[in-house]
């Protein structure tokens, strides 16, 4: 295919550009660093110059936003923003790169500085709309056990505190020259919040991006194959010192500007306010070097302060409120006329340096941009992230929905990951089945599940316990198999009749029983076969969680049972690899959970990237500190949220978490 424009009306404009900076396949030049995507084989679709209209279309996008987007050659699909407005002769010069944080970053070792080239910071107040979350909450309540009703309400207290004015979380956008970008160490960066910097990036990512900042929305990067520019536009109303935006049907925003001095008094409490901050950042060099013996340099800075409202008198916006809370921080100017469409311009990620309006040195420069950037969120707003709050600090939890059917969690006992992937579970409603592969009695879901209005089914000794030799025991499994349909097919058929089945825990009495792993396996082959015809019939899904996969029989022989311990588990693991690739049509979500990834290598090839996530407990940093960060990945091992807080509430840990049987009080 060869490579064309974004914009249709040009024709031969993508030769121009390479000729000018010399592209040839492979290589790359200013682009957004985000993780590559292909689209169907990397295949953009490309509007016909044949339509006047499309062309129209595009112009009046790439003049909203003041760029060119330009695929550039190579082997994948690569993308170049070059500003409208660059002097003549320079604007492949001016082309940028960008970067964006979900982790505060350290701005001063973030960037390389060229020279007098300015870099350009931009740190977004995003939220979220929790009101869907909230509704399947509180719907999930209905006509069931109070127990589950305080569960409920300890999920929404934290999640969502109505109570309590939300705190916007913050997002860091960065840009400048060619190459600016410095990886640092495994400081989260990237579109998902844990991707170092590449030197590639994604044409397709380039709309949603321009999107979610018109809009101050949470980054959504679903590609946009055709058009990104067009994709991202909107109607502005442009007015002398603010511009009107309409983001929904009947819903009118309207945004100012202000210039602002920032100081080391005043940093932190702007960044309390709902206000998005720009940066036009530049280093200047000075003579001579410091006491211990590091080039000495000045940070200049100009700021500018898009506040946002909703609230109108008439057609006129109210900004009184904002403004008020801004004059106290200092001195602010406010911009008009020809200077707001310049504003604008600068708050779009890839656009050239903003004037030099207000121009200052910052005092204390690390401390001053450290302050900025120190409430960025840890983890990506957007998709099945919601917001919570944990004493009083934000923070962000994942909730996997219907589009996360398989989850495995990797920790170290006692990380607290059989209590959270209970949450995950929970979230999705009491339609499930926790399976334990250990004979652990305090474990949480023992307990919740009875109080949710569910039960506990322990595997007995007389049952399970293994024969004394390898004979016996095959003459065993049998019976084991028919027990194992028999309870399978009672458990749904009194589902069917509205009886409290679920949700249901499975333990063995005892440990290390090769029956009871093959009763485990029987049970989920007959119960997998008849939700399919459950969720066919009603559409309603059910969660089932694996615990301790460690506990499976290994591919040893045993000493007395042969090779009888080995054939089941083996069977039992090709089982879950068949499993996680099938069980979303039988309408079932699995979650599992192991204590790290080499325990797993008895399993057939491909089980760990059949997962859709991998979410691995971190180890805390010191011995006498709780697990409370958690690293997310995708199924080829792509980082996509570095630090999540995985420290559920003291509410939710009471509930669900580990109890000793005779006091019932949870042990953390």
């Not at 592969?437 to 322990?458: H, I, L, M």
């Not at 333990?507 to 939700?531: A, D, M, N, Q």
Request: net charge neutral.
């Amino acid at each position: 295919m060869s490579v064309q424009s974004e914009k249709p009306s040009v024709k031969g404009y993508f030769r121009f550009v390479a000729s000018l900076v010399g592209i040839r396949p492979g290589n790359t030049i200013g682009v957004p660093l985000l993780p590559a995507m292909t689209v169907g084989g990397g295949e953009a679709a490309v509007v016909s110059e044949e339509s006047p209209f499309a062309a129209s279309e595009y112009e009046t996008a790439a003049e909203l936003f003041g760029l060119e987007v330009v695929k550039v050659p190579g082997s994948r699909n690569y993308a170049a923003m070059v500003p409208l407005r660059a002097p003549k002769g320079k604007r492949m010069k001016s082309a940028t790169s960008f970067a964006i944080h979900h982790r505060p970053p350290d701005l001063m070792k973030t960037f390389r500085w060229f020279g007098k080239a300015p870099v350009m910071v931009l740190i977004r107040s995003v939220t979220k709309d929790m009101e869907p979350h909230r509704s399947r909450l509180e719907r999930a309540r209905n006509g069931k056990p109070e127990a589950y009703s305080q569960y409920i309400d300890a999920t929404l207290e934290w999640s969502d505190p109505s109570t309590r004015p939300p705190t916007r979380a913050r997002e860091v956008v960065i840009w400048g020259p060619k190459g600016c970008i410095v990886p640092v160490g495994s400081e989260a960066t990237g579109a998902l919040g844990g991707i170092l910097p590449k030197i590639d990036g994604d044409f397709n990512n380039v709309g949603p991006i321009l999107h979610a900042v018109l809009r101050r929305k949470a980054v959504d990067l679903t590609p946009v194959v055709e058009r990104p520019l067009v994709y991202a536009a909107a109607d502005v109303d442009w007015k002398d010192s603010h511009y009107v935006l309409t983001v929904e049907a009947g819903t009118k925003h309207a945004y100012r500007f202000y210039k602002f001095i920032v100081t080391p008094e005043n940093a932190s409490l702007l960044m309390q306010l709902p206000v998005d901050v720009l940066l036009r950042l530049r280093r200047r060099q000075l003579s001579g070097v410091s006491k211990n013996g590091k080039v000495r340099a000045r940070y200049i800075a100009s700021v500018l302060v898009r506040v946002e409202t909703t609230s109108f008198v008439g057609n006129e916006p109210d900004f009184s409120d904002i403004q008020t809370q801004l004059s106290r921080l200092g001195k602010v100017q406010l911009v008009k006329d020809a200077d707001v469409r310049k504003a604008f311009e600068s708050f779009v990620p890839g656009s050239l340096p903003s004037p030099q309006w207000l121009e200052h040195k910052i005092a204390d420069a690390a401390g001053v941009l450290e302050k900025l950037t120190a409430n960025v969120s840890h983890a990506v707003l957007g998709g099945d992230m919601c917001t919570g709050w944990v004493n009083g600090e934000e923070t962000q939890h994942l909730i996997p929905g219907d589009g996360t059917p398989s989850l495995l969690l990797l920790g170290a006992s006692g990380s607290g990951k059989s209590t959270l992937g209970s949450h995950y579970m929970l979230q999705q409603g009491l339609d499930c089945i926790y399976v334990q592969c250990t004979a652990d009695e305090q474990s949480g879901p023992t307990f919740w599940a009875p109080e949710f209005g569910g039960s506990v089914k322990v595997l007995g000794a007389d049952l399970i316990q293994d024969a004394d030799n390898a004979v016996a025991e095959r003459e065993r499994l049998p019976e084991i198999e028919s027990d194992a349909v028999h309870y399978a097919r009672k458990l749904v058929k009194d589902y069917r009749r509205g009886h409290a089945t679920l949700p249901l825990v499975i333990r063995p009495e005892i440990e290390g029983s090769t029956l009871y792993f093959r009763w485990v396996h029987s049970f989920l082959v007959e119960f997998t076969k008849l939700w399919k015809e459950v969720n066919r019939q009603t559409g309603i899904n059910c969660t089932v969680m694996l615990d301790d996969l460690v506990g499976i029989p290994s591919s040893e022989a045993d000493t007395y049972l042969d090779k009888v311990p080995a054939e089941v588990g083996n069977e039992l693991r090709k089982f879950l690899r068949w499993y996680l690739d099938n069980c979303r049509k039988a309408g079932i979500n699995t979650i599992m959970a192991a204590h790290a990834a080499n325990e797993l290598k008895e399993f057939p090839a491909g089980f760990m990237e059949s997962f859709s996530l991998v979410i691995e407990v971190q180890r805390p940093d010191k011995a006498t500190e709780m697990y409370k960060w958690a690293e997310i990945r995708d199924r080829i091992g792509t980082v996509l949220v570095k630090d999540l807080y995985i420290n559920l509430p003291p509410g939710l840990e009471k509930i669900l978490g580990r109890r000793d049987k005779s006091t019932a009080a949870m042990k953390l």
